[in-house]
Nanobody, 123 residues
Framework: QVQLVESGGGLVQAGGSLRLSCAASGRTFSRYAMGWVRQAPGKEREFVAGISGSGGSTRYSDSLKGRLTISRDNAKNTVYLQMNSLKPEDTAVYYC????????????????WGQGTQVTVSS
């Protein structure tokens, strides 16, 4: 079992930045591929970014590539999502997710999910 707790969301103006954090419980954090998924109001969840257990491989949604950086600190059992040049259409609940995997997961096929953190971008 892995428990995930996100933090760092909030209200930001368009063009601003936020860094989301996700703290994971457990002793085998490096075995888990981690990812961020978002869900905007009235829309389905969509993959945002993923990172391998070692942190050596990362993948991003094509529509968001260039504005995001996913990273992890396995010593702290934490994964991060740095978001820059935020746009109003980035407004969504952002979820942290995990699954035991050697590879980066670039879809919604994760085993464990956090409760989500709200990101609101004002114009």
């Amino acid at each position: 079992q892995v428990q995930l707790v996100e933090s760092g969301g909030g209200l930001v103006q368009a063009g601003g930045s936020l860094r989301l954090s996700c703290a994971a419980s457990g002793r085998t954090f490096s075995r888990y591929a981690m990812g961020w998924v978002r869900q905007a109001p009235g829309k389905e969840r969509e993959f945002v970014a993923g990172i391998s257990g070692s942190g050596g491989s990362t993948r991003y949604s094509d529509s968001l590539k260039g504005r995001l950086t996913i990273s992890r600190d396995n010593a702290k059992n934490t994964v991060y999502l740095q978001m820059n040049s935020l746009k109003p259409e980035d407004t969504a609940v952002y979820y942290c997710a995990a699954r035991i995997s050697l590879a980066v997961i670039t879809n919604l096929d994760y085993t464990y999910w956090g409760q989500g953190t709200q990101v609101t971008v004002s114009s």
